[in-house]
């Protein structure tokens, strides 16, 4: 009787397993990298000059009649907006592929927990559209713009815990120096100290997450020059 041995995995197999997309980890820190870069710009676009640049906290007339008065300008930030959510995603699966070596369970916990924040803020964007709908009903247009806030500010938590596993997995990896992998993870705490201040106080006003931005644009500059570095297949 012939006995068939399957062949034992191939080096090209193993690298599928852990690298689902076919991204070399170079590849991987590149997209990341670039798709973070697209995203500060449109973010600050979107926040500053198009949503906050017409909403008058308070004062829900005004704001309305600012919508009213630009309303392209308020549509083209919550594009931007969306764009940065699935910007969010595309760089879920970048960050997944770089650090899937240090550790596939973590790296892919990682990428979920992203994925899911992108999809968390999807939703809490529905609600600037709702209130474009309301601007005949100032109250209603201004209580939707709230609604956003707080649903997004909820879903920066899930953002903070994939800030943690990224920092985590930067201190394993050997390859991202450790102040880095430090600094991702005391942003992530900021975040997640947000939620907790907002929970236990409801006048809080988010603040800790905005010190990560440190942490943040370092890991940028590390994926762009530091991931060139990194293995091409």
Known sequence: MTTHLLPAPTARATRFALNPVRWSQRTGALV????????VFLAVFANFVAINGLVTVDDARKTADAISGSPMLWIAGIAAMYIVALLD???????TVV???????????????RIAFAVWFMVALGQLVVAFTHLDAPDAALSNIAAFTSIWHTALALFGVHLLLVGYLSIRSGFVPKVFGILIGIAGLGYIADL????????FAPTFGLFGFVGETAMIFWLLIGGRRLPRN
């Open 32 to 39: 990341t990298g670039t798709a973070l870069t697209a995203m």
């Open 89 to 95: 995603i595309v760089a879920a699966v970048g960050t």
């Open 99 to 113: 650090f899937a070596p240090v550790s596939r369970a973590v790296s892919t916990g990682a990428g979920v927990t």
């Open 196 to 203: 907790v201040g907002t929970l236990l106080s409801p006048g």
